[in-house]
């Protein structure tokens, strides 16, 4: 009984925690365009995140970091005092949720560049005010970063920090290699110790490591994700795993000959999941076993989209090292040129299938993991992301949920966040369009409230430009 009574005290506790604004250093205030104990947003369109018709002419007033009142300009005046912005012509929409970012970027050959300090700043501008980092390469930097965030030194979403991943043998110079299960377990405990809010399972992980990390994680009432390969997506599901990243490009379900904990190649399971039926028993099974155990789905079409020949330049290179920005523009290029790209059938599929996941009623999140070979450039690829669920066949406002309600959901923070109400924290995006109607609109964030502070995004993006890359 008394630890269920002390947790709901501390729950009760970080709740309000939560809702009011930290003290920020004097750095942080330099990226601070509204700060007032109370601001009113006038004559504005309302898009709250539900999936229900944008609203126009609201009135939305913020008080100590929560939304005080929300309604129709008719019934909702603004208080006394109040600082007021006439929002006509534009938009508010929540802070976007995603849920596979990193604080990492290819850098170089094999070589991940630990760059939160850069990426906080520009998740922010984009218009995220929270985010799981989907694994990390660093050890600690995820934690401590969540942690000054929080405390107001530094300016940046509020994190869900993934520890480091649990990986079987591999080539990565930055992974550890799980040693069998007890090591999985001793790995878990190890870091949510040090602050860790949630763990990755990576590629090579053997299905006995990744049940005893399941087990391990959810007695301390934690998530696993895994972008798996040895382990099938059904194999994962019966363990008890959480979420699953990648859409379907990462299940090796369909391979035929799958030796069990081996991982034939993230192309073999590739080949399958282009030539996939989505119509077809086999994929109507495994999304069912998803469905029914309640199993994530993590959309990132933004990541395979830099692979695939024929799609647009990525948004948002102008802010990287210009080293950096070359050497992605060559990827681009010979990725544009290659015509044999398992990529040219494999992303058209990627959208059909997570349609297909969501219309059998799983729970779809998004992400845009920013690795490949680069170009997946934070903050702009959130929107970029968003505009690529409405390219899948979702309408802008079953987008703006994705990226907004299920990740809080999924987080368990809906509560609070991932919606806009009365009551619910203040994170939520000024656009200068209606992103309900133009999905590109997204891509105009004017102002980022995280906790009812007004951020400013062009401050925030100047601050980094063209040094992304170097921290
Ligand atoms: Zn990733």
């Given amino acids: 009984m008394r630890p269920a009574v002390s947790a709901l005290i501390l729950s009760l506790a970080s709740a309000v925690a939560l809702a009011q604004a930290p003290q920020f250093s004097n750095a942080v205030r330099g990226f601070i365009k509204v700060d007032a104990p109370v601001v009113a947003l006038t004559n504005v369109r309302v898009i709250d995140g539900t999936g229900t018709p944008a609203r126009e002419n609201q009135t939305i007033v913020i ?271 010979r990725a544009q040129q290659n015509q044999q790209s398992v990529y040219i059938k494999l992303f058209p599929k990627a959208l059909s299938l997570e349609r297909a996941f969501v219309k059998a009623g799983g729970l779809l999140i998004a992400g845009t993991d920013p690795t490949g070979a680069g170009g997946v450039i934070p903050g702009y690829s959130n929107q970029r992301q968003l505009e690529l669920l409405v390219e899948a066949g979702f309408t802008p406002l079953e987008a703006i949920s994705i990226g907004t309600l299920n990740g809080a959901k999924y987080l368990g923070r809906d509560a609070r966040i991932g919606t806009l109400a009365a009551g619910k924290q203040a994170d939520l995006l000024v656009i200068d369009g209606n992103p309900a109607a133009t999905i590109a609109d997204v891509r105009k964030v004017e102002l980022v409230f995280k906790q009812g502070v007004g951020f400013d995004p062009v401050a925030l993006i100047e601050s980094v430009k063209g040094k992304v890359g170097l921290w």
């Avoid at 080949?271 to 996939?276: G, K």
Wanted: hydrophobic share 35%.
């Fill in 63 to 333: 008080k100590s970091g929560a939304i005080a009142a929300l309604g129709d300009a008719a019934q909702v005046k603004p208080p006394e005092g109040a600082t007021i912005l006439d929002l006509a012509g534009k938009s508010v929409m929540p802070g976007i949720v995603m849920v596979h970012e990193h604080l990492y970027y290819p850098t170089g050959p094999g070589v991940y560049g630990q760059l939160g300090e850069s990426f906080i700043r520009l998740y922010l501008a984009g218009g995220v005010t929270t985010m799981r980092t989907g694994g990390n390469v660093n050890g600690f930097m995820d934690f401590k970063l969540k942690r000054l965030i929080d405390d107001g030194q530094k300016a940046g979403p509020a994190l869900d920090a993934t520890a480091p991943y649990l990986n079987g043998p591999n080539t990565f110079s930055q992974m550890r290699e799980l040693k069998g299960p007890d090591d999985a377990k001793r790995q878990v405990d190890y870091w949510a110790d040090e602050g860790a809010t949630s763990f990755k399972a990576y590629m090579n992980i053997r299905r006995d490591e990744l049940g005893a990390a399941v087990q391990e994680a959810h007695k301390r009432g934690l998530k696993i994700t895994g972008h798996l390969c040895s382990v099938t997506y059904k194999e994962a599901a019966d363990l008890g795993i959480d979420n699953l990243e990648h859409g379907f490009l990462a299940a090796t379900d369909f391979v035929p000959d799958k030796q069990p904990d081996v991982c034939p190649g993230q192309g073999q399971g590739q080949q399958t999941i282009a030539a996939l039926d989505e119509n077809g028993e086999p994929f109507k099974a495994l999304v069912k076993t998803l469905v029914d155990k309640h199993v994530a789905l993590t959309s990132t079409l933004t990541v395979f989209e830099t692979f695939t020949p024929g799609r647009p330049m990525p948004p948002g290179l102008d802010v990287l090292l210009p080293q950096l920005k070359d050497q992605f523009i060559q990827a681009y290029t």
